[in-house]
């Protein structure tokens, strides 16, 4: 079945440590992104990539990193520098092409900063 | 730029009674509009969407919404609902200019809980 993974789904860390939220798709999407969930605020963009070795910064990128390599994947790190990451985090994909613009997301994966 | 504001952030019902989820969105060009829900500690499902044509968009679930372009609303509705749509519920809005990417602007969700 076709779809997106993230792991871990739950995911701690201390003060001052970076850590890897890993993302893969197998629907051949071009667009790969990630948000941000905190409780009463919906969802907000972090980082957004339309083609491989290509991504652009949505709105709450400051502290976060992210790269591109392979079509599939499309890892985002949580470095020492956001200062409040705790949160939900959520992936998602859609194929670039398509008018409707669907976005298919991952479950998500929930980071505690310890 | 584009915004989505959903009016309120709790709406509590009772089983088999029907529900309405506001959602109002401002643009200053033509837009495409989502309606998603949220399980807990799961990822986002799309229930429908309005592209264009018929302002009264279908979805699953026996949920449907309607467009209507001099409010700007994109109001959700569904006439029976069951305890197992207790979920959170998030209206998007993505414009026609953002290009290829199609950047989707959330609102701030509705939680429903469907009390026996």
């Known amino acids: 079945d076709g779809g997106i993974t993230q792991s871990p789904k739950y995911l701690f860390r201390k003060e001052g440590q970076n850590v890897t939220l890993s993302c893969e798709q197998n629907?051949?999407?071009?667009?790969m992104y990630w948000y941000r969930q905190d409780p009463g605020q919906g969802l907000r963009l972090i980082y957004y990539?339309?083609?491989?070795?290509?991504?652009q910064k949505g709105d709450i990128a400051e502290g976060y990193s992210v790269s591109r390599e392979k079509k599939e994947s499309f890892p985002l790190t949580v470095t020492s520098a956001q200062k409040n990451p705790t949160a939900f985090y959520l992936c998602a994909s859609n194929s670039g092409r398509d008018v409707n613009n669907e976005q298919f997301f991952g479950p998500g994966t929930r980071l505690t900063v310890l | 730029a584009q915004s989505v504001t959903q009016l309120d952030s709790q709406v509590p019902v009772f089983e088999e009674a029907p529900v309405e989820l506001r959602c109002n969105y401002s643009?200053?060009?033509?837009?495409?509009l989502f309606w998603y829900v949220q399980y807990p500690n799961q990822g986002l499902q799309l229930l429908l969407k309005?592209?264009?044509?018929?302002?009264l968009v279908k979805g699953i679930n026996g949920f449907e919404a309607e467009f209507n372009k001099s409010q700007t609303s994109f109001h959700l509705r569904k006439p029976s609902v069951h305890i197992s749509d207790t979920a959170e519920y998030f209206c998007a809005v993505s414009d026609l200019t953002s290009g290829s990417a199609r950047q989707l602007t959330f609102g701030s969700g509705t939680q429903l809980t469907v009390l026996p």
């Open positions: 990539s339309q083609i491989v070795n290509d991504f």
């Open positions: 643009s200053s060009v033509s837009v495409y």
């Open positions: 309005y592209l264009s044509g018929s302002t």
């Open positions: 629907l051949n999407h071009d667009a």
